[in-house]
């Protein structure tokens, strides 16, 4: 017994010894007992990490690790170690991102599997090929579930072994090519072709010899798939076939994904999995896709071969099914089957029958399949069923409109009559005309025929009238407010809203008043009704086309004391008062002592009254600068454009008026206040706006000139001065054409005679305008040579005929 436990306390002491001295292995002064194979990974990067710390290479602590008496041979290993823990940690897998890894992805690591699919538009109606072109469909397994006890472990899987309680371990260990892994003091163990729950009791009966806590129960052990192989398979027969690297939880579906599903000759219905050179599974993907089974999406292994034989029978399905396209059918299966892969008829299939096209050894010949062979007829390869629409009518449809409550459609029966459908209508409206109703029938040969009936007659029981229907017939009960001619009135003048107004019985000129809004203010007590005139003789004595009624009523009620009868067609006139006229102003701006809107106090108002009224012209004022803005009124504009001055289009002169929206008039101030008759001051009209220009001394020069600018005026200087004082005119001034606008608007031009130019009279706060010379299209050389060969000519028959 004191064997045993010396025992034990050694072997724990030695454990202790290896921990230590993998965390301090430059403090440590006996190195002897250190075994480099027993170390993890975490140890061997904490003594990279220290060696690192220390500034110190694995070459450099050689001789310490020797005079501690570590082995050459165990040093050697441990090099060899470190140097493949550099390259890794070069890649960027230090002890914090393992760290980090496991925190933050949870689940197992797996290589992407990557393929690149190619888009089969092609084969883009054959059923099922859409599995495979949808890069968001890959059936790839997913790695965060819970390890699967079936599964079959192999090299190349790792394991996430941990030990919790009183002890503890946790290492990831990789399952070697010879299918074993090596756990730290506890040695190797065999897992490769057994499942993860049968390699989880291995392990825990392995650890349980070495770990006493395990045994005893005081501590567990865990174990996990932390790595998933992968394993190689091929595909043949598919759009890319060829070798695949998947994971080893890939399944049939996911191969044949990566595959891009069938070829274009490829069977979606017989796909064989081979395993050890047999059929494994047939897979029918089919089954999938109607029916959503996942039976045949098996587990893959290592080097299964994935075969996608040729198709042996295709039909296509066209027309009036939810899912048309081409299928693949096999032996034994009917049309009923592939109405089903087609998901079955839409709602405006013709399901009596079905027309199938099939092709024979030497032509195409058509079939009619009827519903009750649906069950029974077996597809044909080449076969193409066209399913048509349903007719466009009714077997048992008949309609009635007009005057009843629920004009409509109702379904016929036989023996069903006049009085029947009306019932169904829920009986005549209070309107409908009892004298007569209408059918229209189909005949046999699709032509239509009228039956009168008499409606009362009918509802009485009168058989003769009271006829029987046929499907499609037509009843239309008339009303009588058909037969009535629809009357109108209209009223005119100072209402609020005149128009065309309904005529009713018994409608008076007070009910069409009150209709129309009231009166406006302007409205007199005048009224005028023009009134149709009726007779059946024509009477030439008399030239009176209507009959004109003339009335009074009161202006501040609406609602009149006698009562006028109003008759169809009646034209009423609500005249206005002789005088209702609104305040109208007009406005004065400038050199004014109370510049503003005046209102105009009587029709005639002028610029003299205007001016007075507004306090006169003040000390600054420029009496050669008054001037009337009026606005320019459509209606003028448009009788303008009603007559055709034969303008080209770029002298568009409604353009400018509509732009310039005033038209100007000067006013001689000094003539007005000499004279109030003079025909400078003109009676205002509202709108107007009275300018008052400020005196200014200077003149401008603008237009094609070197300098636009304003010139001081000196008196006595001419119109040449000013356009020499700014430099004179540009190479497209018009010098002849130039001309002054004066203060007050009034205008004036350059004036020649012969050789003898007269240049108008410059004022103060006038401006100059040189215009720009008009384009002139210069001749070509042929065009004088053609000149040249006139005159030639001409001088030829003037010298023949003086010889």
Partial sequence: MKKITCALVLFFM???SFATNAQGILQSKDLSTIKVDYLSQEDLVKIATQLKSNNMTIDQAEPMAISKGMSQDEFDKLKMKLKDLSVTADSGNNVNQLKNNKTEFVGRNQDKITNNKVKDSANALIFGSELFDNPTLNFEPDLKLATPVNYILGPGDELQVSVYGVQEYNSSIPVSVEGKITIQYVGQIAVSGITVEAATQKIKSAIAKVYSTVRSGQSQVSVSLSGIRTIKITVVGGKQPGNYSVSSLATVYNALH????????GSYRNIELIRNNKVYKNVDIYRFLVKGDQSDNVSLKENDVIRIPAYSQRVTVQGEVKRPGIFEMKKGETFSDLLNFASGFNEFAYTASVSVTQKTGKEFKVHDINESEFSTYNPQSGDVFKVTKILSRYENRIKIEGAVFRPDYYSFTEGMRIADLITRAEGLKEDAYSKRARVIRLKSDLTTEILNIDLGAALSGDLNSNIELKREDIVTVYSILDFREEYKV??????KNPGVYKF?????????IIQVGGLTGAASKRVEIARMVKSDVINDADPKR????????????????????LNPF?????????VYEKPQMVTISGAVTYPGKYVLANKKEKVYDIVMRAGGLTSISNVEGMKIKRPIKQDEIDKIESIDLNLSKNDSLIEKLAETKFSTIPINWEKIEKDKNHYSNVTLFPGDEIEVAVYNEGVKVSGNVLLTSEIPYRSGKGFKYYINAVGGVNNKGWKKKAYIIYPNGKADVTKSFLFFRSYPTVEPDSQIVVPEKPETKKMSTGEWVSIGSVITSLALLIVTAFK
């Fill in 570 to 578: 009646d034209v009423i006139n609500i005249r206005r008062i002789a």
């Fill in 546 to 565: 209507i009959e004109l009624v003339q009335l009074e009523i009161s202006t501040d009620n609406n609602e009149q004391v006698k009562k006028f009868l």
């Fill in 490 to 495: 209209t009223i005119d003048g100072e209402v």
């Fill in 14 to 16: 030695l454990l202790i």
């Fill in 258 to 265: 990566l595959a891009g599903g069938p070829g274009k000759n």
């Fill in 504 to 512: 009713v019985e018994n409608l008076t000129l007070n009910d069409l």
